[in-house]
């Protein structure tokens, strides 16, 4: 081959295997907070099997003071905490009706949210956001952060009000809210003139982190 021509493969190829690696990288950020409770929490991998009510996942909790709180109590500390002083060596998800927390190690555990308790956390949107199925209190952003919101959630069949509040979003992006278990749900938010409405439930196995609600 020329050596002109073999310069210029040799160039192409770089290009390629670096625009690979640059979608590979968007790909893994875009997608962080986005999958299975398992995957969001690491329970999938078989040398570190979820530990409930372990000694070792009890350890787990004392060593990131979340011993002794509820399933509840955990999901109001973790999703209020600043992104810049979230712990590190946590990732804490939350399901329909549990809350895995996950110190990268041994000791995984889950604490069981009560009979009638479904946490949503919701990150309104303007532009940008990103696939999500259950919460990350640890890792998860939303583009709205530390904005005022009106939100209100009432029952899809019945109109029935749950939730109506004129707050503020976390510095996370989100906004969290308890509502009852086995509901059909119609989430209303509005953000600086723009609203966007979405329905969804509050079963074991539905979503708890809402990204697709767009305000327009």
Known sequence: MRPDLERSALVNITAATAAAALSLTALLTVTACSGTAAENAGADRADTPIAYDSADGEAVLAAHGLDGLTGREIVDRLDAVPPAQRDQDLIVSVTGDRVIVDAGGPGETAVPLGEDEFYLSI?????????????????????????????????????????????????????????????????????????????????????TCMTELRLT
């Not at 939100?151 to 906004?175: M, P, Q, S």
């Open 123 to 207: 990150a309104p949107f303007v532009e940008v956001t990103h696939p999500c199925t259950f919460h990350s209190l640890t890792t998860c952003l939303g583009e709205q952060q530390s904005v005022p919101v009106q939100l209100t959630v009432r029952d899809a069949a019945t109109g029935e009000v749950y939730a109506e509040k004129d707050t503020e979003t976390f510095a996370n992006g989100f906004v969290g809210v308890w509502l009852p278990r086995d509901r059909t749900v119609e989430v209303t938010a509005t953000m600086a003139g723009r609203t966007g409405t979405v329905v969804t439930g509050t079963g074991a196995d539905d979503p």
